[in-house]
């Protein structure tokens, strides 16, 4: 069946499908992608970059080579085998999405193409050719471009140091070369760095692990709350931390904040102070600063609706009881109940601050776009009204 199935998706001949099935003991996905995939559209494109002079041109090419190099064509036929050949899909191992990944080589002339442009000073160029050096296979990386990527990994340019570290994560021969660099962007100074630097860390086996531990250890005390939890998981992951030690420090370090975040607000000494760094508030920042906002003895009315209003409340109508939300929004689903609680007992008082959710900034928050079979949670009188209590 799999040789009928390759010819028929790769225009294959018999013998070909054959021999290239053997050679891949029965792998379907990596036969395929080897009878589909073509050196000669990629040679085309490098040309194509090499006499290239706009940055469009230049552009082009590069996201063509990235393109060939990370088996665009092949995920399209992927897709297309599942959609018209559901059964046959579900009936072999899954492909991995890593088939052809480094198998297409790369030439000495590309090499010192693609060097050559990682030392232009248009940033969108640079971090192009980052993102198709990722598909690039170690073996083909020289000395030159190795120290290129590695002076490129500790930019002050955040964006491109990024791009840089992204161009390790798939192999750990590239982990080994560029792993001082690595180690560095898990420094104090690298704060911007530290996620991308950590997630690297997670390719099987790797070998710096022993030198990156404490920098990781620190990490999990990072204020970045994705850095923190992304160092702890890589601490149980290689068996440097269990489950129970983490939770237990992740507890600690919460109470911590909290007691932290309670003290600020508690030295705001009067409602104004209150509505003003509500109205400013980062909603990617803890939402345990507006919990403490909304209990803060000289919060009034208004500041309560502003933070009940930006928290979306109109999505939340779908849901009955925070058991329905999903994880990452039960917080803002709770602080929505505290603050209808607090409204309907008669928390807080009114100021000469009024909020009007029909005109926050020119947006009015009232507007209900969910379908009406969708509401479960009604919204009702005092939570629409901007007038004073």
């Not at 570290?165 to 560095?184: H, M, P, Q, T």
């Not at 997670?202 to 992304?230: C, D, G, H, Y």
């Not at 930006?310 to 039960?330: G, H, L, M």
Request: with cysteine; aromatic share 10%.
């Amino acid at each position: 069946m799999l040789t009928h199935k390759l010819m028929t998706y790769s225009g294959a001949d018999e013998s070909s499908c054959i021999n290239e099935l053997e050679k891949y003991s029965n792998n379907f996905w990596m036969t395929l992608y080897t009878l589909t995939s073509t050196s000669e559209s990629k040679e085309n494109f490098v040309n194509n970059l090499a006499i290239a002079e706009s940055l469009d041109e230049k552009l082009t090419a590069i996201s063509e080579l990235k393109d060939i190099y990370g088996g665009k064509k092949f995920g399209e036929l992927k897709r297309s085998i599942y959609d018209n050949d559901e059964s046959f899909f579900l009936s072999i191992d899954k492909p991995t999405g890593k088939e052809g990944l480094h198998m297409l080589s790369t030439s000495e002339r590309e090499i010192v193409l693609y060097t050559n442009l990682l030392k232009s000073k248009e940033n969108s160029l640079v971090i192009a050719v980052l993102s198709l050096l990722y598909y690039v296979s170690i073996k083909a990386f020289n000395d030159t471009i190795i120290d290129l990527i590695n002076d490129l990994m500790r930019s002050k340019d955040i964006q491109i140091s990024d791009k840089a570290i992204g161009v390790v994560c798939d192999s750990r021969r590239k982990l080994n070369l560029f792993k001082d660099s690595i180690i560095y962007n898990l420094g104090a100074k690298r704060e911007l760095n530290h996620f991308s630097a950590i997630r690297v860390l997670w390719l099987e086996e790797n070998t710096i692990l022993a030198v990156a531990a404490p920098f990781i250890e620190s990490l999990t005390k990072s204020s970045n709350s994705q850095v923190r939890s992304m160092a702890n998981k890589t601490l149980v992951k290689y068996n440097l931390k269990t489950e129970a030690e983490v939770t237990h420090q992740v507890a600690v370090q919460r109470q911590l904040e909290v007691e932290q975040i309670t003290s600020f607000v508690s030295r705001m000494g009067d409602s104004k102070a209150l509505h003003y760094f509500a109205d400013k508030f980062n909603w990617d920042d803890d939402l345990e600063y507006l919990r403490r906002v909304i209990n803060h003895k000289s919060c009034k009315i208004a500041t309560a609706k502003l933070i009940f209003w930006r928290s979306e409340p109109i999505y939340f109508q779908q849901f009955d009881a925070i058991n329905e939300v999903k994880e990452y929004n039960k917080e803002l689903f709770a602080l929505q109940s505290e603050i209808k609680d607090g409204i309907s007992k008669g928390t807080y008082n009114s100021s000469k601050v009024i909020y009007d959710p029909t005109n926050d900034y020119g947006l009015d928050r009232t507007l209900n776009k969910l379908n009406p079979q969708a509401i479960k949670n009604v919204l009702d009188y005092p939570f629409k009204s901007s007038e004073r209590k």
